[in-house]
């Protein structure tokens, strides 16, 4: 039987432990990060490539505050811990953890992960903390956005149809 999701959600140190136990199995940490408030098929594209660069994927999910300073009052919709338990729930996401700075700088620092994604719509160079991994010898993709695919869409859409943006 497959573990439950939220054994997949772990605080900083518990990650920090579970990722020292797969580098000494010599496996590749892949980190990601992002809202994921409402998830659709442009986010499962890119988070099933962002799995193939690795062994291990390591998800950073924003707070509610972070989502919130990043995007307005009026996200997050979904709260984080039900949006890290959907995230958890994929399985080419090995752990989610949450951070509450706008960038997940500090948290790359303790997660050193191997590589580093973003969607397309993010040039390397402008990736939160690429200074750290190609440091450390690691590689800073940017993987192809999947066209036609946006949460700021379909929340906007959601808001047409519902009246709510009367």
Request: aromatic residues 6%; proline residues 5%; charged residues 25%.
């Amino acid at each position: 039987m497959p573990a439950s999701p939220k054994t997949k959600i772990l605080s900083r140190t518990a990650l920090q432990r579970r990722l020292a136990a797969a580098r000494r199995q010599g496996k590749r940490i892949v980190f990601t990060n992002g809202c994921f408030d409402l998830l659709h098929p442009g986010h499962i594209r890119y988070l099933r490539a962002a799995k193939g660069l690795g062994d291990v994927l390591v998800l950073g999910l924003n707070s509610d505050a972070s989502v919130r300073r990043l995007k307005g009052l009026t996200r997050p919709l979904v709260p984080q811990a039900d949006r890290a338990e959907v995230m958890a729930a994929l399985e080419m996401v090995d752990y989610v953890t949450l951070f509450s700075e706008d960038t997940p700088y500090a948290l790359i620092k303790v997660v050193r992960p191997d590589v580093l994604v973003k969607g397309g719509d993010w040039t390397p160079a402008r990736i939160a903390g690429a200074d750290l991994v190609k440091a450390n010898g690691g590689k800073v993709r940017s993987l192809k956005f999947a066209k036609g695919y946006s949460t700021t869409r379909l929340v906007e859409r959601i808001r047409r149809l519902s009246g709510a943006g009367r």
